[in-house]
Nanobody, 121 residues
Framework: QVQLVESGGGLVQAGGSLRLSCSAS????????MAWYRQGLGKQRELVATTTSGGSINYAEFVKGRFTISRDNAKNTVYLQMNSLTPEDTAVYYC???????????????WGQGTQVTVSS
């Protein structure tokens, strides 16, 4: 079994910054793709940023130049540094991690519990 623990959400004023963290633990042989999604109230969940085990990084257009995704493979942790936040960034942010577990030949996808980010105007 694999557990994901997110932290770092909160309330911030427009123009401010927050840093989210998501750590994976448990029966992990290797962590592959790691990503952040978000879901605003009454909206569908949308992809924010991804990072692969090979080092490729991609961002949604609406966060380019403001958010930075990074990972620490030794800690099985992914981060999302969010700068220049606007009220439109208000959402619950979820991490998603694809993990290769011991005694498995396939990756499995796991979701964090979500962390609320609220940006006031």
């Amino acid at each position: 079994q694999v557990q994901l623990v997110e932290s770092g959400g909160g309330l911030v004023q427009a123009g401010g910054s927050l840093r989210l963290s998501c750590s994976a633990s448990g029966s992990i042989r290797r962590v592959n793709d790691m990503a952040w999604y978000r879901q605003g109230l009454g909206k569908q969940r949308e992809l924010v940023a991804t990072t692969t085990s090979g080092g490729s990084i991609n961002y949604a257009e609406f966060v380019k130049g403001r958010f930075t995704i990074s990972r620490d493979n030794a800690k099985n942790t992914v981060y999302l540094q969010m700068n220049s936040l606007t009220p439109e960034d208000t959402a619950v942010y979820y991490c998603n991690v694809r993990v290769r577990q011991y005694y498995s030949t396939d990756d499995r996808s796991y979701w964090g519990q979500g962390t609320q980010v609220t940006v006031s105007s």
